[in-house]
């Protein structure tokens, strides 16, 4: 039973240290109870068996902190846990001339001070130039610059 003990501190502190350096940035207290809890069971090992026992306890937890260290800092380690998805999000695509100041439209959600408005059969992204505009509301074009459309409340 004090063998598991001496195991469970050893493989928790390791989990601990591998916390610190790949999840906790900085030095930590999640480090250094790592730390702490793995020294604690090889002198646990050390102070309730003989010294040779406690030697190879040693020596184990030496080599598990290498290896656990190596296995986790491959790269396809890594590679398997990450996100391999693309983002197909898009930012407006305004092209020059298809929305001039002047034109109208009309809001499809609320601005506040952005929002989606469907101008000349497209739907965008515009910005409110002066206060929050509700929806289904009549909206005229101000000013276009570059993919950006300010619009406001036609009156």
């Known amino acids: 039973m004090l063998w598991l003990a001496i195991v469970s501190l050893i493989v928790v502190g390791m989990v601990f240290l591998l916390l610190e350096i790949l999840v906790v940035p900085g030095a930590t207290v999640v480090g250094i109870v790592g730390v702490g809890m793995m020294i604690g069971g090889v002198y646990l090992?050390?102070?309730?068996?003989?010294?040779?026992?406690?030697?190879?306890?040693?020596?184990?937890?030496?080599?598990?902190?290498?290896?656990?260290?190596?296995?986790?800092?491959?790269?396809?380690?890594w590679k398997k846990m990450m996100l391999n998805e693309e983002v197909k999000g898009q930012v407006n695509i305004v092209e020059k001339d298809i929305i001039k100041?002047?034109?109208?439209?009309?809001?499809?959600?609320?601005?506040?001070?952005?929002?989606?408005?469907?101008?000349?059969?497209?739907?965008?992204?515009?910005?409110?130039?002066?206060?929050?505009?509700?929806?289904?509301?009549p909206i005229e074009v101000v000013k276009v610059e570059g993919n950006k459309i300010i619009v406001k409340q036609k009156s």
């Open 45 to 77: 090992s050390y102070s309730q068996f003989d010294p040779q026992v406690g030697h190879l306890t040693l020596a184990a937890t030496i080599v598990f902190i290498f290896f656990a260290i190596g296995i986790a800092l491959k790269s396809k380690t």
């Open 101 to 137: 100041k002047g034109d109208e439209g009309i809001t499809v959600s609320r601005l506040n001070p952005m929002g989606k408005a469907l101008i000349n059969d497209e739907y965008y992204e515009v910005s409110s130039k002066d206060d929050y505009i509700s929806e289904n509301l």
